[in-house]
């Protein structure tokens, strides 16, 4: 008759366990369904969409009606210009032809190669086009005259459309201003006296971002 009761009492003990044990697993598989914090529940966090991706895509690609003149592939391109420093990526842009031979005869070329985050305000062919002979060759032969305008045209750091309007210092010491917004921006003081716009904008080299205008700027003084 012990054994007998014996025997009962454990299974009575186990059949209690497997009851206790039974409910808190319910519980715990219904908490997790509730927070979501279970294994089966768990999902990896969505990605990006594609308008956020397109968004940011197109805030970094270049902008303005000048842009269609920059060759669409090769060293001279967009894509080509990003792994070069900004003077070497301007010569081979047919775009900046003789900026780049007004920055050869001011021995600028390794200053800008050099030169860590600017901004480049790139005065395209016609910008020089602009300028009566006479007075373009004068500049040309006036060394300091020549480097205190290039200089003008290269603002320290490197600035985003967004960042582009305002009063900014320049490599030559002088300060240029910028006004406009989104893809629309002017420099009032020019060598010619007419305001320059920007043409082709947002423009990336490896340590500058280029801004193409139409017109050659002019420091105070000049």
């Given at each position: 008759m012990k054994r007998t009761l014996t025997r009962t009492a454990v299974l009575v003990t186990a059949a209690g366990t497997a009851i206790?044990?039974?409910?808190?697993s319910a519980e715990d598989t219904a908490t997790e369904a509730a927070t979501g914090t279970g294994s089966s529940s768990s999902s990896p966090a969505a990605?990006?969409?594609?308008?956020?991706?397109?968004?940011?895509?197109?805030?970094?690609?270049p902008f303005g009606e000048g842009c269609t003149a920059v060759p669409a592939d090769g060293e001279g391109s967009f894509t080509g210009m990003t792994d070069d420093p900004v003077a070497t990526?301007?010569?081979?842009?047919?775009?900046?032809?003789?900026?780049?031979?007004?920055?050869?005869?001011?021995?600028?070329?390794?200053a800008l190669n050099t030169a860590e985050d600017v901004t480049v305000i790139a005065p395209a062919?016609?910008?020089?086009?602009?300028?009566?002979?006479?007075?373009?060759?004068?500049?040309?032969?006036?060394?300091?005259?020549?480097?205190a305008i290039l200089t003008h045209h290269v603002i320290e750091?490197?600035?985003?459309?967004?960042?582009?309007?305002?009063?900014?210092t320049t490599l030559n010491g002088d300060e240029v201003t910028i006004e406009?917004?989104?893809?629309?921006?002017?420099?009032?003081?020019?060598?010619?006296?007419?305001?320059?716009?920007?043409?082709?904008?947002?423009?990336q080299t490896a340590?500058?971002?280029?801004?193409?205008?139409d017109q050659v700027l002019a420091p105070a003084g000049a």
């Open positions: 206790t044990l039974s409910a808190c990605p990006e969409t594609s308008t956020e991706m397109g968004t940011d895509t197109a805030a970094a690609e990526a301007a010569s081979n842009n047919p775009v900046l032809s003789t900026l780049v031979q007004a920055v050869l005869q001011a021995n600028l070329v390794d062919n016609p910008a020089f086009e602009a300028i009566p002979p006479d007075a373009l060759q004068a500049v040309l032969a006036d060394n300091t005259q020549l480097t750091g490197r600035l985003a459309p967004g960042e582009l309007a305002g009063t900014h406009g917004s989104g893809e629309a921006f002017t420099v009032a003081r020019t060598v010619t006296g007419t305001p320059a716009s920007v043409i082709c904008g947002n423009v340590n500058a971002t280029v801004y193409i205008v």
